[in-house]
């Protein structure tokens, strides 16, 4: 009974290590969620804050998904630094981005495929490390620094860029890491590729979990917001016919994957012609932008499901249904309606969507889901041959262990960074002559007014995640040459009244 007793250890440590990580991590962002969504970044920020030993360099890649949460935090109450320096140290945590040891893949793989992808450190999607340097570029513009902000935009453009030839990169890798293993000789490596390539699993996948193919997603990944900031940056700060025309290009990259926007449109074609000369910078009168960050973001909950799986026995597969448990993403509420602009003449003009967060998240998954469903299946194999193995050494009692491993370690990885919003709305206005932007909610309220700058480009940057939030307002000059002001808005209320911004 000593192989069974250090056999059942193995089990209990395993089912510990998952459940313990696993509460964690939804007590945290319970808390985290109840506070932003309230708007009260303080105490969202003191949701993931860890313990940080001065003599010892921080885990970045272990801490990832508190240090995106803090970034955005501090970039929502003014503390740029603070913002800049915990979205770099997401950066260097973000694994796609270095090169890591065979032996932490190898431990991390073993973890994932024994128990779930929620014990490998978190590894951020594409589009979130596409936001990240866009809040960074967008947290350097409010303090005034024009250089490091295109430095982020010209990152988050060029990660977009090269995202395509990424996840081909890695669902190749995978596929010849499972071919590898599966000519040296490894009976599970095996029998994984059988299971995946049977009809019978595609179509209980597709049953339950819906085709892939079906996903309304954009033809290419993008982060439209991203690609949209970018050229705004570059159309305000171009100093040659070059920068104009990657203004150009970005703009009309946005306006083609959502062709009946008329804002999208119209900064496209005020894009193009300055940079063919038909339109004047000095004749253009200054422009203000107001970009709203609406709402929260798509959620993951998880899909439990039976699945075919033939495994061999004795030279012979056998067909065997087990569990598997795959991250579907939810979409959560937006605040409703779009943001007006009340002009000086008492015109309104309202913003409108641009981009929307769960497209976004669907075209990078549809990308991903082949890994995601390998793990899965990996993991089930393994599983499913430990039960058989349990049960022929060590009887029901045996069988009965691994059958409890087997029921709590399936889960699927729910992390994600919860502060990204649902989508974004934008507008474009002349600058008004009075100085003063008076916005208004979806039912024509006054949300509050706002300073513009005697300038040529200025950014007047919305975010609110709920109705019960009070919505934060960063007016920034778009090239960058003085320091931002932020505030944020009261209550909506019956007359105006100017709403105090602090630089």
């Not at 946005?254 to 910078?281: F, I, N, W, Y």
């Not at 709402?295 to 993951?300: C, E, I, Q, R, S």
């Not at 950014?459 to 307002?473: E, F, S």
Request: charged content about 20%.
């Amino acid at each position: 009974m000593t192989a069974f007793k250090h056999l059942m250890l193995a089990f209990v440590t395993v089912v510990l290590v998952s459940g313990c990580s696993s509460l964690k991590h939804r007590n945290q962002m319970a808390s985290f969620n109840t506070a932003y969504a309230t708007g009260d970044y303080d105490a969202a920020l003191q949701a993931v804050s860890f313990k940080v030993d001065k003599d010892k360099a921080i885990d970045s890649e272990g801490h990832l998904l508190e240090l995106l949460h803090q970034g955005e935090m501090y970039r929502l109450t003014g503390r740029y630094k603070e913002s800049t320096e915990a979205y770099d140290l997401a950066e260097e945590g973000m694994k796609y981005l270095d090169t890591e040891g065979l032996l932490k893949k190898t431990s991390e793989g073993f973890m994932a495929v024994m128990v779930n992808d929620s014990q490998r450190d978190y590894e951020a999607l594409m589009s979130e490390a596409v936001l990240v340097n866009t809040y960074k570029g967008l947290a350097f513009l409010a303090e005034g620094n024009s250089d490091y902000a295109r430095i982020e935009f010209n990152r988050a453009n060029d990660r977009t860029r090269r995202a395509v030839d990424y996840f081909q990169k890695e669902i190749a890798e995978q596929q010849a890491a499972l071919k590898k293993e599966a000519r040296a000789g490894s009976g599970n490596a095996s029998m994984v590729s059988s299971s995946l390539n049977s009809q019978g699993f595609q179509a209980a996948v597709t049953n339950h979990y819906g085709e892939t193919s079906n996903w309304a997603v954009y033809p290419d990944f993008i982060v439209p917001s991203s690609t949209y900031l970018h050229g705004l940056y570059f159309l305000a700060n171009a100093t040659g016919g070059s920068d104009y025309e990657r203004a150009a290009t970005s703009l009309k990259r946005v306006a083609e994957m959502r062709p009946e926007s008329t804002v999208l449109k119209t900064d496209a074609e005020l894009a193009t012609s300055l940079a063919s000369g038909k339109q004047s910078l000095v004749k253009l009168p200054p422009q203000v932008w107001v970009v709203y960050e609406n709402g929260l973001g798509p959620a993951l909950q998880e899909s439990r499901f039976d699945v075919p799986l033939l495994l061999a026995r004795e030279g012979r597969a056998s067909l065997i249904y087990f569990g598997i448990a795959l991250p579907q993403y939810t979409e959560r509420p937006a605040v409703p309606g779009s943001i007006g602009l009340l002009s000086d003449a008492g015109e309104v003009i309202h913003t409108e969507q641009i981009s929307d967060m769960g497209t976004v998240i669907r075209t990078e998954m549809k990308e991903r889901f082949a890994g995601i469903l390998t793990r899965a299946v990996s993991s089930a194999v393994v599983k499913a041959v430990l039960q058989r193995q349990a049960a022929e050494q060590f009887g029901p009692i045996g069988q009965l262990g691994a059958l409890f491993f087997t029921a709590a370690t399936t889960q699927a990885d729910l992390r994600g960074w919860q502060a990204m919003p649902n989508h974004w709305q934008a507008a474009r206005v002349d600058r008004p002559e009075s100085g003063i932007l008076t916005l208004l909610g979806n039912r024509g309220e006054i949300l509050g007014d706002v300073d513009i700058p005697q300038q040529p480009f200025t950014l007047v940057y919305v975010k609110r995640p709920t109705q019960l939030a009070p919505a934060t307002v960063i007016t920034m000059d778009l090239q960058g040459r003085r320091a931002g002001t932020i505030a944020q808005l009261p209550a909506p209320r019956e007359a105006g009244g100017q709403v105090s911004s602090s630089q």
